[in-house]
């Protein structure tokens, strides 16, 4: 079954940078996009990064310059580094596959952004 394992959420000041992970498993890992999305206390969940199979990104304007989503097909990880933090960045990281017609989504990793 398709599983999908974040890692590297935690504290940092304004200004800062964090590097997250994600490990997938259950499916053909290099055929399909992976995202990035948060979400703040209070409100709704935003992608933040996609990055297709072969490598092609994007992002929203709010992390444009900052974040940076990359993946290592034989190791079946995506990455999300993560630059110039703010505090509005503050959020619960999750990593999605849409994988045959199905949203999987990580437990979520906690980014505290505060000093």
């Known amino acids: 079954q398709v599983q999908l394992v974040e890692s590297g959420g935690g504290l940092v000041q304004p200004g800062g940078s964090l590097r997250l992970s994600c490990a997938a498993s259950g499916f053909t890992f290099s055929r399909y996009a992976m995202r990035w999305y948060r979400q703040a206390p209070g409100k709704e969940r935003e992608l933040v990064a996609r990055?297709?199979?072969?490598?092609?990104?994007t992002y929203p304007d709010s992390v444009k310059g900052r974040f940076t989503i990359s993946r290592d097909n034989a190791q079946n990880t995506v990455y999300l580094q993560m630059n110039s933090l703010k505090p509005e960045d503050t959020a619960v990281y999750y990593c999605?596959?849409?994988?045959?017609?199905?949203?999987?989504w990580g437990q979520g990793t906690q980014v505290t952004v505060s000093s």
């Open positions: 990055i297709t199979g072969g490598g092609t990104t």
């Open positions: 999605n596959a849409f994988v045959l017609y199905r949203d999987y």
